[in-house]
Each structure stands twice: as structure tokens, then as C-alpha cells.
């Protein structure tokens, strides 16, 4: 087998075992956790977008017909 051949090969059996490897190390971790690692991430950032979302809206405008700017003293700086 010439040299290119060979190194194709061992190439193609790494990508076989890290897939393997990922593929086992998932379902291990759905088995015992209920979830992967990287779901609770993206839960956790839901969560967080969903807060932020209730915040600007309990500051919003309670008239939606008035759309000229708001008064200084109603002017949203910080949430």
C-alpha cells in the first residue's frame, strides 16, 4: 500500500473513533443526567432572554397609540 493510501486510511479509522467516542460520551451523559451539558446552556440563556424580555416590557409604554418620544422623566436608562 503506497504511502497516501495508508495515511487515508488511519485517517478515516480517527474519524470513526472520535465520532464513536462524542456519539458514546452523549449518551452516557443522557443516560445519567436526563440532559447534555450544552442544553442546560441554552435553557439557562432562555431563561435569561425571557427575563429581560418581562423587564422591557413592564417598562414599556402602557398607550401604544402615543408614538411621539417620551418625556424626560419617563425615559427608560437602565434595566
Do not use: C, E, W
Request: glycine share 6%.
Amino acid at each position: 500500500m503506497d504511502p497516501l493510501t495508508s495515511f487515508g486510511l488511519a485517517a478515516g479509522i480517527l474519524q470513526v473513533v472520535d465520532f464513536s467516542t462524542r456519539l458514546l460520551s452523549t449518551a452516557s451523559q443522557l443516560y445519567t443526567d436526563g440532559s447534555t451539558v450544552r442544553n442546560s446552556v441554552f435553557t439557562l440563556v432562555a431563561d435569561d432572554l425571557s427575563s429581560l424580555n418581562d423587564k422591557i416590557k413592564s417598562r414599556a409604554r402602557s398607550d401604544l397609540s402615543i408614538s411621539g418620544p417620551l418625556a424626560r422623566d419617563n425615559q427608560v436608562t437602565s434595566l
